[in-house]
């Protein structure tokens, strides 16, 4: 297998079988301090990471983190300077990339451009010297789970984007790999096609209980498609969680804000009592934070609020005289609305000058609970509303 085309092989070596003193818990892969420098320019910086078999892994992260290497480093078209990368507890680094019963679907999908797509599927099967009638089988297996029939003979050309993603899709799932890489797949496909297939990737994924790892900027993507992500910057992962952990529980400052919106209020702890922090912001006063579950070690902190969290009204909530201590009150007045269908978002400009957003779900079809520009509101939260973050 080699680049230009991703489906050249010879016969699998068995790199599958894990040693017999491997404990049964062994996760697929397992990448330990793996490093990769380009001269004096360090792509990958020591990463270690564990991904389990039959597990739909994003690597989700700015251009230039290093995602697209690590993943090449795992097709073996890059070595690795440092570390080592364990399939099903074997060192793979030695392993020739057609040797390795792992498979890449490219960006660009590489197809042969004079080449059926029935040819195009077959391609790495024939190289591998797989027998004939055994090919044909395989090609109507792969056909029939894209969902090409009838296309076989069609040429890349006349085919859609979506249409040549998944002839892409089917080459790299002709031979069975037991991991399958994806570099940005959908990147070239329009909104309401990404949309479905990732939906149609998943439910594959899904029926043929492969490892998949998909390499993507796209943030919502990952968070769709995932079972785990990985967030990575500078060649390091930041953050390795699920999409509801990623999002709600970020570990930095810095995967608040890469992942989804966020407002944010730098401050300082001023008391802790009653599982209550007490955080002394410059923008938005004292805001009452729920203690986190790990011991906040530094006084300088970040306040994190998610936009959906924060809620508008035009006196305060209800509940505001009763319980006043564990309600966050900001004053400002709506600067920007912005309709999307099944939201609106509200930009408020505080008192203090800074600017907080909200998103109020669209949950009648009247208009009877929007705010206009210049109309003066309170955006409140609770406490339970915030995640604090160490500076």
């Known amino acids: ?34 490093s990769k420098n380009f001269g004096a320019f360090r792509a990958v910086d020591r990463l270690s990471l564990d991904i389990r078999a039959g597990e739909f892994f994003a690597l989700l992260g700015p251009s230039g983190c290093g995602k697209t290497t690590l993943l090449r480093m795992l097709a073996g078209f ?29 960006q660009n999908y590489a197809l042969f451009p004079h080449l059926s797509v029935r040819d195009n599927i077959a391609f790495g099967l024939k190289r591998a010297g797989m027998a004939r009638a055994a090919i044909d089988t395989r090609v109507a297996e792969m056909v029939a789970l894209v969902r090409l029939d009838g296309m076989e003979k069609r040429k890349p050309d006349q085919l859609s984007g979506g249409q040549r993603q998944r002839v ?17 797949p959908l990147a070239a ?24 790892i998909i390499v993507t900027h796209d943030q919502e993507e990952a968070m769709t ?26 570990a930095s400052r810095w995967v608040a804000e890469f992942v989804g919106d966020v407002n944010l209020f730098d401050g300082e702890v001023t008391s802790h009592e009653h599982q209550r922090l007490t955080v002394a912001t410059r923008d938005g ?10 011991p906040v070690t530094k006084s300088l902190v970040t306040v994190a ?8 009204s035009r006196r305060g909530p209800a509940s505001d005289a009763d319980n006043s201590q564990a309600i966050n009150r900001l004053e400002g007045v709506v600067t920007d ?36 520009v210049g109309q003066r509101v309170v955006a409140w939260f609770t406490p339970d509303d915030c995640v604090v973050l160490e500076q």
């Open 1 to 34: 297998m080699t680049e230009e085309s991703p489906d050249i092989g010879r016969p699998n070596i068995d790199v599958s079988a894990a040693p017999a003193e491997a404990a049964a818990d062994m996760p697929l892969l397992r990448i330990e301090g793996v």
């Open 78 to 106: 890059e070595t690795p300077d440092e570390g080592r990368i364990l399939l099903s507890g074997r060192d793979i680094a030695p392993v020739l990339p057609y040797e390795r019963p792992v498979n890449m679907m490219f």
């Open 168 to 184: 892409a899709l089917a080459r790299s799932l002709a031979r069975r790999p037991k991991v399958l890489l994806l570099d940005e």
């Open 189 to 212: 496909l329009d909104k309401k096609l990404r949309e479905s297939t990732q939906l149609e990737l998943m439910e594959l994924q899904g029926r043929l209980g492969m490892t998949f």
């Open 225 to 250: 498609m995932a079972n785990r992500i990985g967030v990575m910057d500078a060649g390091r992962l930041e953050q390795v969680a699920t999409p509801r952990d990623l999002y709600e529980a970020p």
């Open 285 to 294: 006063g004292a805001i009452v934070v729920a203690a986190p579950r790990q």
């Open 305 to 312: 609020i998610r936009p959906e969290k924060v809620k508008l």
């Open 337 to 372: 609305v912005g309709y999307l269908g099944g939201s609106t978002v509200y930009k408020v400009k505080l008192d203090s000058g800074a600017m907080v957003r909200s998103s109020v779900a669209n949950t009648a079809r009247l208009d009877r609970d929007t705010y206009s």
